[in-house]
């Protein structure tokens, strides 16, 4: 099947109104170990036209392939960001919070360089990015319930989460979300590979549930990298 070359027509539109545009993609969700991370990439009506040679969805590229790309796609945007929210976060908030926590965090570190986007697209259907109504996030106002991970950074608060456009598999159709998913992608498989392991093989499947890593959670048990709040294969 030939690979969807991504363009930047929603991007452009969004630009009309708005200075600043944003795409955000995660990379983590569906892993059993790890932080989950969310990729920010943000255009400018002054970026260039032409986005890198060979960009595309990150699923859809090999491992070297990504690597290489981290440099032109820097170079191409505006300006970028990649966060995380660690196993410990994806334990007590769930996992959809989590993401928002590692979003607002991204958010937060492009604000202090003054490249707030106007509007964010999202790939998907399910906006994780606005709360809901009745926010598990609210928790984060009694520390005592929750730790977070200072390392990882501050968040915006929810009242400046910029509007947000959704768009399916916007990581593959359009440019700038096909941006953020190289660039978080790329980030936490080097944070995975760069773990202690005594034998989950993080190097080789990333935190995922690959036939290794269930067997190694058979032998070994959860770690402090696993998500202790899931039901984990292998383990009884």
Known sequence: MPRTRPDRALEASLLRDHELVGGLDEVGRGALAGPVTVGLAVVS?????????GLADSKMLSASRRESLTAPCAAWLTDHAIAHASPAEIDALGIAAALRLAGRRALARVRERGHLPGVIILDGTANWLVPPAEDLLSALDQPDQIVLRSDYGSAIPDEDIPGVVMR??????????????????????AIMSALPDPGYGWASNKGYGS????????????SEQHRRSWRLPGLG
């Open 168 to 189: 399916v598999k916007a990581d593959a159709g359009c440019a700038v979300v096909a941006a953020a998913s190289v660039l978080a992608k790329v980030e936490r498989d």
């Open 45 to 53: 009506r002054s970026t260039a036209d032409a986005f890198p040679e």
């Open 211 to 222: 036939a290794a890593h269930q067997a190694g959670l058979a032998e070994l048990g959860a």
